[in-house]
């Protein structure tokens, strides 16, 4: 069974830079595993930030960014604003037709 | 504007069945792989489900092979997924997600419909 692991949590200062990785249990993320991020905050659906590694939505604000980063997909967030504090998820696509989510981030900006 | 409207959820028996719907509109339904997600209660998303366009191709979780059903409707701009012998485990919020065209991804979600398996 394939795993997804993220950080269960980071926090990150105001203006500051963080960044959120994503890692498979079968070796390096490539840009293969179409990797996806997710923003959830509480009470609501996921919102959809990076798709295609580092592919942003027409929605996503600039001071989000997605790349490959030592073998992990990675999600940075650059200027964090305190509206930024949510739950944060990645998803690998395997074999082009299903996909597993990671664990998911708990960030926080303080 | 997308949106993406799930019903159908609520409380069922173990063992019992369910059959999720999700209305869309705002873009060509026909055009798009269309997918169901799920969440429970407190914790992390799973992705349990896709179809493509023409709804001849079809992906599941191994958790529910055998156990749910995704179908589509173009001509009613619908998603299906049927749920059977459905167990506690199974009690989610479920979402209902269109996928990105050309790279593989998720984009727009609904609000959820929440499944709740108890007796």
């Known amino acids: 069974q394939t795993v997804v692991t993220q950080e269960p949590s980071l926090t990150v200062s105001p203006g500051g830079t963080v960044t959120l990785t994503c890692a498979s249990s079968?070796?390096?993320?490539?840009?293969?595993?179409?990797p996806n991020w997710f923003q959830q905050k509480p009470g609501q659906a996921p919102r959809a930030l990076i798709y295609?590694?580092?592919n942003k939505h027409s929605w996503t604000p600039a001071r989000f960014s997605g790349s490959l980063l030592g073998g992990k997909a990675a999600l940075t967030l650059s200027g964090a604003q305190p509206e930024d504090e949510a739950d944060y998820y990645c998803?690998?696509?395997?074999?082009?037709?299903?996909?597993?989510f990671g664990g998911g981030t708990k960030l926080t900006v303080l | 504007e997308v949106q993406l409207v799930e019903s159908g959820g609520g409380l069922v028996q173990p063992g019992g069945s369910l059959r999720l719907s999700c209305a869309a509109s705002g873009f060509t339904f026909s055009s798009y792989w269309m997918n169901w997600v799920r969440q429970a209660p407190g914790k992390g998303l799973e992705w349990v489900a896709n179809?493509?366009?023409?709804?001849?191709?079809?992906y599941y979780v191994d958790s529910v092979k055998g156990q749910f059903t995704i179908s589509r409707d173009n001509a009613k701009n619908s998603l299906y997924l049927q749920m059977n012998s459905l167990r506690a485990e199974d009690t989610a919020v479920y979402y209902c997600?269109?996928?990105?065209?050309?790279?593989?991804?998720?984009?727009?979600w609904g609000q959820g419909t929440l499944v709740t398996v108890s007796s």
């Open positions: 079968t070796g390096a993320v490539t840009s293969g595993y179409s």
């Open positions: 179809i493509n366009q023409d709804g001849s191709e079809k």
């Open positions: 998803l690998l696509i395997y074999g082009g037709v299903g996909g597993v």
């Open positions: 997600v269109r996928g990105t065209i050309g790279v593989a991804g998720l984009d727009y």
């Open positions: 295609g590694t580092s």
